[in-house]
């Protein structure tokens, strides 16, 4: 018998015996960091949760398999090798054809939750992007999270999108949006928007509890757990301003719709701040898998 997605067993041993396990997703390794660094980043993002005793389970299609938890050499795939990048509807497409994806917010939740996995540390989400009531461009992250039971720690939305839609979208689709350490949204690479969020928690135990209840009163949908990049990290203001403006402007230019905006625009920002961004991209993520072993650790304590 076929399984439409493989569970590495190392996955599989902390999913059965309820030790924590964090899903990382591969399309910010395979198209939103510039190699070789994206290579390192996937290694170490998976480094940090070893060190806090959690399992990390890296997603990517490989040869048509949706893998939930990678070995070294798929890894490296999702660094080196030139993938498609697969949202959800991309997903039977890419295993009947029996190619390989790196999967976006969407189609990582969607396989996280597939396969039991309740945590899952990204950079930013995907939203709505900006000119979208004439373009139409809204990420399936939102919509994925509106049926997919994960919770995803992201640093806010990246500043490339509409924030103020993003938020709304993601009340009409009933997706509670949680501050950590915080009441305002971060907008990626800042640890502020203009946005001010009506939840926040301080610890990782009480959005276990929110989990938990949302399993009881809930109607399947994620949760997105909003975490600042750390105020030392976060990239100056205006440089940011000034270099986004630019970034938008360059790709207006090229005319670069769909699916390769977002990569698009990351790595021509990455190239505008002289490499100021990616680290700054780089920091915020580590600090979001931080946090989602953090949840997954105090989720898996209510299941001991
Ligand atoms: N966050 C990052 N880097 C990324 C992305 C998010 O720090 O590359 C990716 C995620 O995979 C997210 C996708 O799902 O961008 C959103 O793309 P789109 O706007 O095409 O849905
Ligand atoms: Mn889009």
């Known amino acids: 018998m076929s399984t439409p997605f493989v569970v590495s067993a190392e996955v599989a041993e902390a999913l059965a015996s309820h030790r924590p396990v964090v899903a990382l997703e591969s399309t910010i390794i395979s198209h939103g960091l510039p190699r070789p660094r994206n290579h390192e980043a996937a290694l170490e993002f998976e480094q940090i949760l070893r060190d806090k005793g959690v399992t990390p389970a890296t ?23 030139d993938l498609a ?14 190619t390989s994806a790196a999967t976006t917010v969407a189609a990582t939740s969607h396989l996280a939750a597939l396969a039991g996995v309740r945590v899952f540390a990204t950079g930013g989400l995907g939203g709505v992007h900006r000119g979208a ?18 919770t995803v720690v992201s640093a806010g939305v990246k500043s490339v999108l509409d924030i103020a839609a993003t938020l709304e979208r993601l009340e009409t689709l009933s997706v509670p949006v949680i501050g950590y350490g915080t009441k305002v949204f971060p907008s990626f690479w800042l640890r502020e928007s203009a946005f001010t969020l009506d939840w926040s928690v301080d610890t990782a135990a009480e959005v276990a509890a929110v989990m938990k209840a949302q399993d009881g009163l809930g109607h399947g949908q994620g949760i997105v ?26 790709a207006d230019e090229a ?21 100021r961004s990616l680290e700054v991209n780089l920091d915020l993520a580590r600090n979001n898998v931080r946090v989602a072993g953090d949840i997954a650790t105090a989720w898996a304590a209510l299941h001991a």
């Open 133 to 150: 009531s004439e373009s139409f461009d809204e990420s399936a992250d939102l919509s994925t999270l509106a049926v997919t039971p994960i």
């Open 255 to 275: 005319g670069v719709t769909g699916k390769a905006v977002t990569p698009f625009l990351l790595l021509k920002i990455v190239e505008l701040s002289g490499g």
């Open 59 to 81: 997603i990517a299609v490989l040869d048509g398999v949706p893998q939930i938890g990678l070995d070294a050499e798929g890894v490296r795939r999702i660094a080196e090798d």
């Open 85 to 98: 990048k697969a949202s959800v509807r991309d997903l039977p497409i890419i295993a009947a054809t029996k």
């Open 225 to 250: 757990v909003a975490n600042p990049v750390p105020a030392d990290q976060a990239w100056e203001r205006e440089e940011h301003d000034r270099i986004l403006i630019d970034a938008l402007r360059l």
